[in-house]
């Protein structure tokens, strides 16, 4: 079985393209290099490079090697950052990105319990309306709502959270209960225009079967506790989060309707940009809010209130 030291020394050779080139690389001559190429095709029994006076290139075998090589040299690398960086102190700058109303209700809280286990840490929260760009704006973690789609971000989930339908019981006294989906449109909806998707068509599903409504109302915005704050007045029928709507639910204020319906989960997950650069600070403050919001969402709603 080839060594680590093997696989680097392959891949450095295949890169620089020739032996003297490696060898320079190396801090040794030409022919110790063609020497230990020779050593680790002896022991594979293949030849994986074809010589020439100047250059070298890869045999098929030489490429399998080199491509299996690279892939293994980069999971030994995850593996070693990722060891370290548990024996790693957390300390530096850590921004944090995350929307605004989940961030002032949540997010802040949590980090204030955050910031007193961590005081070498300096915390940035930046509350915006939008998920801003990690890699351009040096975001170490954001958090969002619903699995994002981007690849190149590695997503942890914190906790669940489901979508659900509410209206206000004065509404409901006037308007009546909608039985089934296709109820609503009779009904006034309050509509949040958001993230540049489609907007207005709710999607319910029940067993196996999915039917998706296109609501209409008088009123819509692109802020949700705008729209929410609505929805308390009894101006319509409101699909939202169920953290946003906890605590209006408990003080009777708000009442979930269509409940036996499935819509599309808004899960909250900690996203980060590459899982190699997984640094310490990132390491425990996503550790740290998976413990937390499960400890308030196992029996309890996001604000640690009993549904």
């Known amino acids: 079985m080839s060594a680590p030291s093997d696989l680097a020394f392959f891949s450095s050779l295949a890169k620089n393209g020739s032996l003297s080139a490696a060898a320079r690389e ?3 001559t030409p022919s110790a290099v063609s020497k230990w190429l ?10 994986l490079i074809n010589r020439t006076t100047r250059r070298v290139s890869l045999t098929s075998e030489g490429e399998i090697y080199l491509a299996e090589g690279r892939r293994i040299l980069a999971d030994i690398d995850e593996l070693e950052q990722t060891v370290s960086s548990t024996r790693a102190a957390p300390k530096g700058l850590l921004k944090v990105n995350a929307t605004l109303g989940f961030g002032r209700s ?3 809280p949590a980090l204030s319990k955050f910031a007193r286990q961590y005081p070498d840490l300096e915390v940035q929260l930046q509350l915006t309306d939008r998920p801003m760009n990690l890699a351009e704006e040096a975001i170490d973690v954001g958090i969002r709502f619903g699995e994002p789609p981007d690849s190149g971000v590695v997503a942890r989930k ?6 659900r339908v509410f209206a206000a019981p004065s509404y409901l006294k006037v308007r009546g209960r909608p039985q089934v989906p296709n109820d ?11 993230d540049d998707t489609a907007y207005g068509l709710w999607r319910f599903t029940k067993g196996r079967q999915t039917q998706t409504v296109k609501v209409r109302g008088a009123m819509s915005s692109n802020d949700g506790e705008v729209v929410l704050n609505w929805a308390l007045d009894g101006h319509g029928v409101l699909m939202r989060a169920e953290w946003d709507a906890a605590r209006f639910l408990r003080s009777g204020r708000l009442e979930v309707v269509l409940d036996e319906y499935d819509l599309a989960p808004a899960d909250i997950y900690a996203v980060y940009l590459h899982k190699q650069n997984l640094a310490a600070k990132v390491r425990v403050l996503i550790d740290f809010l998976i413990q937390h919001f499960n400890g308030t969402t196992r029996k309890k709603d996001l604000a640690g209130n009993p549904w």
């Open 106 to 108: 949540y997010i802040a």
């Open 38 to 47: 020779s050593q680790i095709e002896q022991r594979l029994g293949v030849r």
């Open 158 to 163: 914190i906790a669940n959270n489901r979508r």
């Open 26 to 28: 190396f801090g040794v």
């Open 184 to 194: 609503l449109a009779q009904h006034s909806c309050l509509i949040l225009r958001q």
